[in-house]
T-cell receptor
Framework: DAKTTQPPSMDCAEGRAANLPCNHSTISGNEYVYWYRQIHSQGPQYIIHGLKNNETNEMASLIITEDRKSSTLILPHATLRDTAVYYC???????????????FGKGTKLSVKP | GAGVSQSPRYKVAKRGQDVALRCDPISGHVSLFWYQQALGQGPEFLTYFQNEAQLDKSGLPSDRFFAERPEGSVSTLKIQRTQQEDSAVYLCASVFKRDNINEQFFGPGTRLTVL
């Protein structure tokens, strides 16, 4: 079973920030938080990952609480193209091998509306 | 090509028919995963290759499912005697390992419909 809990759906107005929450209360010290998204009829796409510090890249920001039991993915200026299912995944550091498989939950369906 | 490609994109099969789904990973990527995604669900792990070696097939749902990657690049997922419950999107992902971080690059998937 997935180790994360996400709301099934969220709406966001175009141009506004989209804040997607994820609970991972059983996360262990060596586990990272990954975010992927899946646009309709496409395969999942890597967005960002983090361990304990907040992270930012060209796509998004990831805010992880101090106790690491939850995190928020932030899309600062959502566009219609950001409409997708967003998956929060917790997994250990990858050293190679099949433990690298990602365990997806059902994710959050984000709808960006004009 | 620049990304992972899969073919065909769509496949309709009659129950009992055999199908073969192809994955072309990103050149040079050693590791390759296959996932199955049922409607409304997240992808679920099927099997894993490192080069030509299939190191984990624990996610394959039955012995009707078979995967190979004979030369360590292109991989084929074969389903024999398809059943309606096999209807799903089959995703292939190749792995770029960077600083021990697993970044998986997914193909667009093959949508299999078994009638």
């Amino acid at each position: 079973d997935a180790k994360t809990t996400q709301p099934p759906s969220m709406d966001c107005a175009e141009g506004r920030a989209a804040n997607l929450p994820c609970n991972h209360s059983t996360i262990s010290g060596n586990e990272y938080v990954y975010w992927y998204r899946q646009i309709h009829s496409q395969g999942p796409q890597y967005i960002i990952h983090g361990l304990k510090n907040n992270e930012t890249n060209e796509m998004a920001s990831l805010i992880i609480t101090e106790d690491r039991k939850s995190s928020t993915l932030i899309l600062p200026h959502a566009t219609l193209r950001d409409t997708a299912v967003y998956y929060c995944i917790v997994r250990a550091r990858y050293y190679g091998g099949s433990q690298g498989n990602l365990i997806f939950g059902k994710g959050t369906k984000l709808s960006v509306k004009p | 090509g620049a990304g992972v490609s899969q073919s065909p994109r769509y496949k309709v099969a009659k129950r009992g028919q055999d199908v073969a789904l192809r994955c072309d990973p990103i050149s040079g990527h050693v590791s390759l995963f296959w996932y199955q995604q049922a409607l409304g669900q997240g992808p679920e792990f099927l099997t894993y290759f490192q080069n030509e070696a299939q190191l984990d097939k624990s996610g394959l749902p039955s012995d009707r499912f078979f995967a190979e990657r004979p030369e360590g690049s292109v991989s084929t997922l074969k389903i024999q005697r398809t059943q309606q419950e096999d209807s799903a999107v089959y995703l292939c992902a190749s792995v770029f390992k960077r600083d021990n971080i697993n970044e998986q690059f997914f193909g667009p998937g093959t949508r299999l419909t078994v009638l």
